[in-house]
């Protein structure tokens, strides 16, 4: 028998829009093996198929796609690909040169725009040769449908290892079933029917029932916050440019920062009383409010002491260092960024202030009400906060920013270092910008994914990170 998609993963198709993919991605950098300038055999396109396709060996889902049933009579199933070719999933690009950042960033924007071909199962990565400095790029795209309870990874974490070198030869055991009739899909979602009566009158309710659920929850747990958390979800949430209409284009910007410097941020305010109070997340998360203030100056927006972009975050509870485990401690914060604040500092108590009410107050959402909001079992961080973000009305928030402890050490892919990572979290409905981070052997990398026309000044905004945490780094306070 097939699997069945649950309801919540089916909506994730049924809402799917040429304007809003749902597929999250990543953009791995990596140095060729041996070093820049070494003679060692660059790495290629052959051992990225042959890597990819060892470690799906056992992982059938990533060689299953998705039917729908006639009549939608009953959820979509996932069935094995007859016809599965891995060369048609694993492809490559070079850059023309010289191969710069700015390429790449416009290389990922256009293939991240493209919705993934249902007709194939829903993953593609891409090696991108010709990148400067002896370095190449592996980009990739993981449908949400695709990163359930049964497929815990998306396919980038299946790319690199935490050591150098390749795995040994796999034996591939995986035969495939007979893709189902239309006739047997049919009979299937019937059984279903007659045998599993509740199944299906729960994917019917399903729905209904954990929206009620959680409208509750957000109004009781937020509705007693104070100052810059939010005060209720019947209350929207501020005006902004951020919140337009979308097309299908995209924008992506690279911002690379160092993990020190943030650190020294909290070290410096561990002198003052606010020791305890203020963590690394809190520190970025002030970062991005001075960026977001700056940008608004740039334009010529509004700006009031009293100006606020709430955004949504779905924080990790794990300890710093990161962890997979982490998976498990996940919970959602609505944090109003203080933009009208002119005082780096005080933008930064101000954010951590809001933190610790949500999280000791038990006012954030834990992990377990994260699988309730939208179906979720714990893929990987980054597509679960951007599956949380789709799923919750756009009048919540302004922008969704992501955040994943990763490993501080490095990470290979064959023999050849990752640099650099980073997230493309997929825009929702009326939502100009995501932005997605993750911390990596030394570094915290940002990316940020854009509407195109909505955000033609993206590559400001980036800047504006960078020269937001020199604020913070070196105790100057903005005007």
């Not at 649950?6 to 093996?33: C, I, Q, R």
């Not at 889902?61 to 939608?72: A, C, D, F, H, M």
């Not at 009410?357 to 990987?380: C, D, H, I």
């Amino acid at each position: 028998m097939s699997d069945r998609l649950s309801s919540l993963d089916a909506s994730l198709l049924y809402l799917e829009e040429p304007t809003t993919v749902m597929h999250v991605g990543n953009v791995m950098v990596f140095d060729e093996p041996g070093g820049r300038g070494s003679s060692d055999a660059p790495f290629d396109y052959e051992e990225l198929v042959a890597l990819i396709s060892a470690r799906i060996a056992h992982l059938p889902r990533y060689r299953q796609k998705i039917r729908e049933v006639p009549g939608r009579l009953a959820n979509p199933v996932w069935v094995d690909d007859e016809s599965f070719d891995i060369t048609y999933h694993v492809r490559q690009a070079a850059l023309p040169k010289p191969g710069t950042d700015e390429q790449l960033e416009e290389f990922v924007a256009r293939i991240q725009q493209r919705p993934l071909d249902r007709s194939h199962p829903l993953w593609e990565v891409y090696l991108v040769e010709g990148l400067e400095h002896d370095r190449f790029a592996v980009v990739t795209k993981t449908h949400h449908a695709l990163v359930d309870g049964a497929v815990a990874l998306d396919i980038a974490q299946l790319v690199v290892r935490d050591r150098p070198g390749f795995d040994e030869d796999v034996v591939d055991t995986w035969r495939p079933r007979h893709e189902p009739s239309d006739l047997q899909l049919v009979a299937g979602a019937v059984t279903d029917a007659v045998f599993m009566p509740g199944q299906v009158i729960d994917s019917v309710r399903e729905n209904v029932d954990e929206a009620r659920e959680i409208a509750g929850r957000v109004v009781q747990g937020l509705g007693s916050l104070v100052s810059t958390v939010v005060r209720g979800a019947a209350r929207p949430a501020p005006t902004s440019p951020l919140n337009v209409e979308i097309g299908a284009g995209r924008r992506f910007v690279m911002v690379g920062t160092d993990l020190d410097d943030y650190r020294k941020v909290r070290s410096r305010l561990a002198r003052g009383a606010y020791a305890d109070d203020v963590t690394i997340n809190d520190v970025i998360l002030a970062t991005v409010a001075g960026a977001f203030r700056a940008w608004l100056l740039t334009r010529g927006e509004p700006v009031h002491p009293s100006s606020v972009i709430r955004s949504m975050v779905p924080v990790s509870v794990e300890s710093e260092s990161g962890s997979s485990a982490a998976a498990h401690r996940l919970t959602a914060c609505f944090v109003d960024l203080p933009v009208g604040e002119p005082g780096a500092s005080m933008r930064l108590h101000q954010i951590a202030f809001s933190m610790r009410q949500q999280m000791e107050g038990g006012q954030a959402m834990s992990a377990q009400r994260l699988v309730g909001l939208a179906g979720f079992a714990p893929p990987t961080l980054h597509s679960l906060g951007a599956r949380l973000g789709s799923a919750m009305s756009r009048r919540l928030f302004n922008v969704i920013i992501t955040n994943v402890p990763g490993p501080q050490t490095t990470l290979y892919a064959g023999e050849a270092p990752m640099l650099s990572t980073y997230p493309v979290i997929p825009l929702a409905k009326g939502q100009a910008l995501a932005i997605g981070l993750t911390s990596y052997d030394g570094g915290v990398y940002f990316g940020l994914n854009a509407d195109r026309n909505a955000m033609p000044d993206l590559e400001v905004l980036g800047q504006c990170i960078v020269d937001a945490l020199a604020e913070l780094t070196e105790g100057r306070e903005g005007a």
